[in-house]
């Protein structure tokens, strides 16, 4: 699912961004361009399992333990 709404966004011609993609630790896909794992080529971002800059939003499309992750950090940062 995150990679459809990566490849949607990127389809969009510049009404979305993508400022972030994360995953969390161990995943494989970390390091990895978001573009090229939706299938759209290079985007400029890389998969990371952490938050670097703080976003507005995070969509979370994981697993149930992904989420409660993600969701900690969101309350942790304010996001």
Known sequence: MG???AALAIESAGRFDIAGAYEVAGS???GSDVGEL???GNYGVKV???IEDKP?????FSTPEGTLHWL???QSQRI
Do not use: F, N, T
Request: proline share 5%.
């Open 3 to 5: 990679r459809r709404i």
């Open 28 to 30: 494989p896909a970390i």
């Open 38 to 40: 939706a299938g759209k």
């Open 48 to 50: 990371s399992a952490g």
């Open 56 to 60: 507005q939003v995070i969509i979370d």
């Open 72 to 74: 900690d950090v969101c």
